[in-house]
């Protein structure tokens, strides 16, 4: 066995290099440089689509207008998993086959030419499309291009909207984008995002729909107080400012509340899986209902007609994995409009009803030409009643929603390395790479019932699964592409379980430094990576020698012996002597104390009680008493002092422990959390918290990320837009944190961020909560059917918040930068010494870049990606918001220019696109809305002048570069 290990550190991103930073294999991830990256460490041993909308029906310009929407709700697993759900198996647990529901719409659409059918799910319809003949295919292009076939939305699946990082909901509407683009041209691009089913409705993906250039939104679930103040206002529709820093219109999305959530009205669903009379029209008949149905029907339709301001309403016309049986849905359908429309004459009816479009209808508003109000907020927290807020999900399956967010690390590597290198990092010494496949699984998990923990059990499993069998590829990839720009190959091995110090080649390696182990020694060295690159470190154990390691095992020795003390140059940390809790935070820089007590407690998860049966669950959060129990009102603790690293270890129980870590460097405070599997012998399921308790007075406010972009302000026990009946305090007042959530003072500000979506508030002043785990008895009859209580690898979960504490004008600069690093953090890769050289020509390198200078310390290259033959998908962002940093103008407008910007290719040409790469921006124009807060103006889009591109605060472009890559060999 070899005796010599190499590190590689390669870094994807762009911005400064890094120097003096620290990687320790478990966890201990190193202050990285101000642009976001990844490091990645291996150990080397007016204008509309006319298209579309003359397509639309007529209508009656003087009735009441009645589109119905025939659509079918295809979730990408929840009770079945996707391939079940596609091939109909299973069905005892869910009757549902989307293979089936698509052959009969077609079929049925083909039968009668004024019939229309609305698709979303592209992850299915893909699948479907490609076990077509030609002629089926070109069937379907015809039913596309007259619009009776029409997508909605277009992404690969509907995603969640709370639990989504918004770097993995663009990558999953681009591929769902792109799919109908190659397929359908721009007959097939969707001119409405459809979200009916996520549960709550986040502002920064109203603003990434607009910035794709869609006309509006429609969704189904909207807070029932909510829905009922703007049925009474006639508010179900409305202007959406989606950003506090784009400019009007870039992020306006015109908003619609479906009336019936995505359900057909009661008594008119016509599906297998309904048990409403089908329309008999026939009067002999003694089943005859046609005069019943109609007046019924009509009645609806003026009283659902009241709620909305024009002479057309909308009713959806199909539910969950309708539409099997598709000729029984459309048949009923006909004779409703024949029979309805039939009493314009017979009795003068103002009611015209006709097969619609979500598009179709929108254009109709359009056309109305009225003045909308406008909201700014946005629709979390969701409740469907009294007691029953869906803020649980925010942190169900904490594990699935890390492993998710790793694979998005993961892709990010994988399609900058394949970006980076071209077609050698795809087939090379190693085989065949490819990233389509963790493309594909990366978005299915973006569905809302997937990174939101609300499926069953097995089929969560399925997730996890799909996207483990989708990182193969991917290291295939990585392999062909680091050799190569290494100079160097290798037997690299990417170790999965390095979470839980596991790593098969470090620990039967013969004399081979443990890097991690199982004994709980770690390697910790400090090491320096350029922006987009590697570099290699070698690691020798010395012959006779032993590695130094530290003791980590705790001490028998009573927490109060002692005073606790961890600090850097910037930070500096203080333990209660008589508990072991976390005390005090200071920062040395500015000269800032607060006391801060962090501690772990958990909620005794209600089961239903005399207010209500409502029970917590996979969706629901709900605890029985408002106050948390302590997991122990002291910690043991054992303290780690090198020249690297400080730490205070501390166990609080069983199941509960924690690392609170130090680096030199450091600007932030690194908690390392362990926690499970949470006991339930006691017959309650539990929801554990991590809370901070500080002297800041906050007035009843805090802030969290929406999608881990732009921050919103939020206060207890209140709505912007309405008076809210608080029913719950605890769960009424918690949020989605994506990336961070924050207090101030307007003076101070403590930050604490996230390194995966979890449910967190302030439920007190100077207090911020994170629900960290939850473990659960009972179902919240929400139609899972089965409580959270999870096995396996589920049970444990470990986790790492960061704390800042930084001046309120400044602290932006801080949590920006880091919360960036946080999500793309060290991925680690190990390989054998030796290896062989890639290529004879070309001496092996010990560092990479892919960047020939730095970008500015604002911009952030938020997608370098293969798109097509000699085309890269590039994308830009500016990461601050307007009025954020008031210390270094990183809110100002940055300008950069791409030429030579690049090592391994050169920018050959440049395509603005919209933010989905499925329009060019200057052929790209939405519908313009009128807003009741005055005149919008218009400005053209950006212009690309050169290579240079200025970014607007908070703004991404994007672009198509055609590129040419230099040879090495």
Same mark, same amino acid.
């Given at each position: 066995?070899?005796?010599?290990?190499?590190?590689?550190?390669?870094?994807?991103?762009?911005?400064?290099?890094?120097?003096?930073?620290?990687?320790?294999?478990?966890?201990?991830?190193?202050?990285?440089?101000?642009?976001? $990256?990844?490091?990645?460490?291996?150990?080397?041993?007016?204008?509309?689509?006319?298209?579309?909308?003359?397509?639309?029906?007529?209508?009656?310009?003087?009735?009441?207008?009645?589109?119905?929407?025939?659509?079918?709700?295809?979730?990408?697993?929840?009770? @079945?998993?996707?391939?079940?759900?596609?091939? #109909?198996?299973? *069905?005892?647990?869910?009757?549902?086959?989307?293979?089936?529901?698509?052959?009969?719409?077609?079929?049925?659409?083909?039968?009668?030419?004024?019939?229309?059918?609305?698709?979303?799910?592209?992850? %299915? $319809?893909?699948?479907?499309?490609?076990?077509?003949?030609?002629?089926?295919?070109?069937?379907?292009?015809?039913?596309?291009?007259?619009?009776?076939?029409? %997508?909605?939305?277009?992404?690969?699946?509907?995603?969640?909207?709370?639990?989504?990082?918004?770097?993995?909901?663009?990558?999953?509407?681009?591929?769902?984008?792109?799919?109908?683009?190659?397929?359908?041209?721009?007959?097939?691009?969707?001119?409405?995002?459809?979200?009916?089913?996520?549960?709550?409705?986040?502002?920064?993906?109203?603003?990434? $729909?607009?910035?794709?250039?869609?006309?509006? %939104?429609?969704?189904?679930?909207?807070?029932?107080?909510?829905?009922?103040?703007?049925?009474?206002?006639?508010?179900?529709?409305?202007?959406?400012?989606?950003?506090?820093?784009?400019?009007?219109?870039?992020?306006?999305?015109?908003?619609?509340?479906?009336?019936?959530?995505?359900?057909? =009205?009661?008594?008119?669903?016509?599906?297998?899986?309904?048990?409403?009379?089908?329309?008999?029209?026939?009067?002999?008949?003694?089943?005859?209902?046609?005069?019943?149905?109609?007046?019924?029907?009509?009645?609806?339709?003026?009283?659902?007609?009241?709620?909305?301001?024009?002479?057309?309403?909308?009713?959806?016309?199909?539910?969950?994995?309708?539409?099997?049986?598709?000729?029984?849905? $459309?048949?009923?359908?006909?004779?409703?409009?024949?029979?309805?429309?039939?009493?314009?004459?017979?009795?003068?009816?103002?009611?015209?009803?006709?097969?619609?479009?979500?598009?179709?209808?929108?254009?109709?508003? *359009?056309?109305?030409?009225?003045?909308?109000?406008?909201?700014?907020?946005?629709?979390?927290?969701?409740?469907?009643?009294?007691?029953?807020?869906?803020?649980?999900?925010?942190?169900?399956?904490?594990?699935? @929603?890390?492993?998710?967010?790793?694979?998005?690390?993961?892709?990010?590597?994988?399609?900058?390395?394949?970006?980076?290198?071209? !077609?050698?990092?795809?087939?090379?010494?190693?085989?065949?790479?490819?990233?389509? =496949?963790?493309?594909?699984?990366?978005?299915?998990?973006?569905?809302?019932?997937?990174?939101?923990?609300?499926?069953?059990?097995?089929?969560?499993?399925?997730?996890?699964?799909?996207?483990?069998?989708?990182?193969?590829?991917?290291?295939?990839?990585?392999?062909?592409?680091?050799?190569?720009?290494?100079?160097?190959?290798?037997?690299?091995?990417?170790?999965? @379980?390095?979470?839980?110090?596991?790593?098969?080649?470090?620990?039967?390696?013969?004399?081979?430094?443990?890097?991690?182990?199982?004994?709980?020694?770690?390697?910790?060295?400090?090491?320096?990576? !350029?922006?987009?690159?590697?570099?290699?470190?070698?690691?020798?154990?010395?012959?006779?020698?032993?590695?130094?390691?530290?003791?980590?095992?705790?001490?028998?020795?009573?927490?109060?012996?002692?005073?606790?003390?961890?600090?850097?140059?910037?930070?500096?940390?203080?333990?209660?002597?008589?508990?072991?809790?976390?005390?005090?935070?200071?920062?040395?820089?500015?000269?800032?104390?607060?006391?801060?007590?962090?501690?772990?407690?958990?909620?005794?998860?209600?089961?239903?009680?005399?207010?209500?049966?409502?029970?917590?669950?996979?969706?629901?959060?709900? !605890?029985?008493?408002?106050?948390?129990?302590?997991?122990?009102?002291?910690? @043991?603790?054992?303290?780690?002092?090198?020249?690297?690293?400080?730490?205070?270890?501390?166990?609080?129980?069983?199941?509960?422990?924690?690392?609170?870590?130090?680096?030199? #460097?450091?600007?932030?405070?690194?908690?390392?959390?362990?926690?499970?599997?949470?006991?339930?012998?006691?017959?309650?399921?539990?929801?554990?918290?991590?809370?901070?308790?500080?002297?800041?007075?906050?007035?009843?406010?805090?802030?969290?990320?929406?999608?881990?972009?732009?921050?919103?302000?939020?206060?207890?026990?209140?709505?912007?837009?309405?008076?809210?009946?608080?029913?719950?305090?605890?769960?009424?007042?918690?949020?989605?944190?994506?990336?961070?959530?924050?207090?101030?003072?307007?003076?101070?500000?403590?930050?604490?961020?996230?390194?995966?979506?979890?449910?967190?508030?302030?439920?007190?002043?100077?207090?911020?909560?994170?629900?960290?785990?939850?473990?659960?008895?009972?179902?919240?009859?929400?139609?899972?059917?089965?409580?959270?209580?999870?096995?396996?690898?589920?049970?444990?979960?470990?986790?790492?918040?960061?704390?800042?504490?930084?001046?309120?004008?400044?602290?932006?600069?801080?949590?920006?930068?880091?919360?960036?690093?946080?999500?793309?953090?060290?991925?680690?890769?190990?390989?054998?010494?030796?290896?062989?050289?890639?290529?004879?020509?070309?001496?092996?390198?010990?560092?990479?870049?892919?960047?020939?200078?730095?970008?500015?310390?604002?911009?952030?290259?938020?997608?370098?990606?293969?798109?097509?033959?000699?085309?890269?998908?590039?994308?830009?962002?500016?990461?601050?918001?307007?009025?954020?940093?008031?210390?270094?103008?990183?809110?100002?407008?940055?300008?950069?220019?791409?030429?030579?910007?690049?090592?391994?290719?050169?920018?050959?040409?440049?395509?603005?696109?919209?933010?989905?790469?499925?329009?060019?921006?200057?052929?790209?124009?939405?519908?313009?809305?009128?807003? *009741?807060?005055?005149?919008?103006?218009?400005?053209?889009?950006?212009?690309?002048?050169?290579?240079?591109?200025?970014?607007?605060?908070?703004?991404?472009?994007?672009?198509?570069?055609?590129?040419?890559?230099?040879?090495?060999?």
């Amino acid at each position: 066995m070899v005796a010599e290990a190499r590190f590689w550190g390669v870094r994807a991103g762009g911005g400064q290099d890094e120097a003096g930073s620290r990687k320790r294999s478990s966890a201990l991830q190193p202050p990285l440089p101000p642009f976001s $990256f990844l490091f990645l460490l291996l150990l080397a041993a007016h204008g509309v689509w006319a298209a579309g909308y003359q397509t639309c029906p007529k209508v009656e310009p003087d009735m009441l207008n009645v589109h119905l929407v025939a659509h079918t709700h295809d979730d990408v697993g929840w009770l @079945k998993t996707v391939d079940q759900y596609f091939y #109909g198996i299973q *069905n005892d647990v869910q009757h549902a086959g989307v293979q089936y529901i698509l052959d009969s719409v077609i079929s049925s659409l083909l039968m009668e030419p004024t019939r229309r059918f609305v698709y979303v799910e592209i992850a %299915f $319809f893909s699948r479907w499309w490609h076990q077509q003949t030609n002629a089926t295919q070109e069937m379907v292009r015809n039913l596309v291009r007259q619009g009776r076939l029409e %997508f909605a939305n277009g992404g690969w699946v509907m995603n969640d909207e709370a639990a989504t990082h918004y770097g993995a909901i663009i990558d999953q509407m681009t591929l769902g984008l792109r799919f109908l683009e190659d397929t359908f041209g721009s007959d097939g691009r969707p001119r409405v995002a459809w979200h009916i089913d996520p549960f709550g409705h986040s502002r920064e993906q109203a603003s990434l $729909f607009a910035q794709m250039g869609f006309d509006g %939104f429609f969704f189904g679930r909207l807070d029932y107080q909510d829905k009922n103040v703007r049925k009474e206002k006639r508010q179900m529709e409305q202007l959406w400012r989606a950003s506090a820093s784009l400019k009007p219109p870039a992020a306006d999305l015109f908003t619609s509340v479906l009336p019936n959530m995505y359900n057909p =009205p009661t008594g008119l669903c016509w599906d297998t899986l309904c048990a409403d009379k089908p329309f008999v029209e026939d009067p002999r008949s003694p089943e005859y209902n046609a005069k019943e149905l109609v007046r019924y029907f009509l009645e609806l339709a003026t009283a659902q007609g009241q709620y909305y301001r024009t002479n057309h309403t909308v009713m959806t016309m199909g539910s969950d994995f309708q539409y099997e049986n598709a000729n029984m849905w $459309f048949k009923n359908l006909d004779k409703l409009i024949q029979q309805v429309n039939a009493q314009q004459k017979a009795n003068r009816s103002r009611v015209n009803v006709l097969y619609s479009t979500p598009a179709c209808y929108l254009w109709e508003l *359009n056309k109305a030409n009225l003045t909308w109000s406008v909201k700014e907020d946005d629709f979390f927290p969701y409740a469907d009643g009294p007691h029953m807020f869906w803020t649980g999900y925010f942190s169900s399956r904490p594990a699935l @929603k890390r492993y998710e967010r790793l694979s998005y690390n993961f892709l990010q590597v994988c399609n900058q390395l394949e970006a980076l290198v071209g !077609p050698a990092a795809n087939m090379g010494p190693y085989g065949s790479g490819d990233s389509a =496949p963790l493309k594909e699984a990366m978005a299915v998990l973006q569905h809302h019932d997937a990174v939101s923990g609300t499926s069953r059990q097995h089929v969560a499993n399925d997730y996890a699964r799909q996207l483990a069998e989708s990182w193969g590829p991917c290291e295939v990839l990585l392999s062909n592409a680091l050799a190569q720009l290494s100079g160097s190959k290798k037997d690299f091995v990417f170790c999965h @379980k390095l979470n839980i110090s596991v790593c098969p080649l470090t620990q039967n390696a013969e004399k081979v430094v443990t890097v991690p182990s199982s004994d709980s020694q770690d390697l910790l060295f400090s090491a320096s990576v !350029p922006a987009l690159g590697f570099s290699i470190y070698s690691v020798t154990q010395v012959p006779g020698q032993s590695p130094q390691a530290y003791d980590r095992h705790p001490r028998s020795q009573k927490p109060w012996s002692r005073v606790l003390v961890i600090q850097n140059e910037h930070i500096r940390a203080r333990f209660n002597p008589d508990t072991g809790l976390l005390m005090e935070i200071e920062n040395l820089d500015e000269n800032l104390l607060l006391p801060v007590r962090q501690a772990f407690y958990w909620y005794n998860a209600s089961m239903g009680n005399n207010l209500s049966s409502q029970a917590s669950g996979a969706y629901i959060f709900r !605890p029985e008493r408002q106050e948390p129990l302590l997991v122990s009102h002291w910690a @043991k603790t054992h303290l780690v002092k090198t020249d690297l690293v400080q730490e205070v270890h501390q166990n609080f129980s069983a199941w509960c422990s924690q690392v609170v870590r130090l680096y030199p #460097g450091q600007r932030y405070l690194e908690l390392e959390w362990t926690v499970g599997p949470i006991p339930t012998g006691d017959s309650w399921g539990k929801e554990i918290i991590s809370r901070f308790d500080t002297t800041l007075e906050t007035d009843g406010l805090f802030y969290t990320d929406s999608n881990g972009r732009e921050i919103l302000e939020r206060r207890r026990d209140y709505r912007p837009t309405w008076k809210l009946n608080q029913t719950e305090p605890v769960a009424g007042n918690y949020y989605p944190v994506n990336s961070r959530i924050y207090i101030t003072d307007g003076k101070t500000q403590l930050t604490v961020l996230t390194d995966r979506s979890q449910g967190g508030s302030s439920l007190g002043d100077g207090s911020v909560e994170l629900m960290v785990h939850r473990r659960l008895l009972v179902d919240d009859a929400r139609g899972v059917g089965e409580p959270l209580l999870e096995e396996g690898s589920g049970l444990w979960v470990r986790g790492r918040h960061l704390v800042l504490l930084d001046k309120a004008r400044t602290a932006a600069s801080g949590h920006r930068l880091q919360a960036e690093k946080e999500v793309l953090a060290p991925q680690v890769v190990l390989a054998r010494g030796g290896g062989v050289p890639y290529c004879l020509k070309v001496a092996p390198r010990t560092q990479f870049s892919g960047l020939r200078r730095e970008l500015p310390l604002s911009v952030h290259l938020l997608t370098l990606a293969h798109w097509g033959p000699e085309t890269l998908l590039l994308r830009f962002e500016h990461q601050f918001a307007v009025g954020e940093d008031a210390g270094r103008n990183l809110s100002s407008p940055v300008t950069f220019d791409l030429t030579n910007l690049f090592s391994t290719f050169t920018i050959t040409s440049l395509r603005e696109t919209t933010l989905a790469a499925n329009q060019l921006q200057a052929h790209s124009s939405r519908l313009k809305w009128t807003a *009741n807060t005055g005149p919008t103006p218009h400005p053209p889009p950006s212009r690309l002048v050169s290579a240079t591109i200025t970014l607007q605060p908070m703004e991404i472009r994007t672009f198509l570069a055609s590129v040419q890559w230099e040879e090495d060999c």
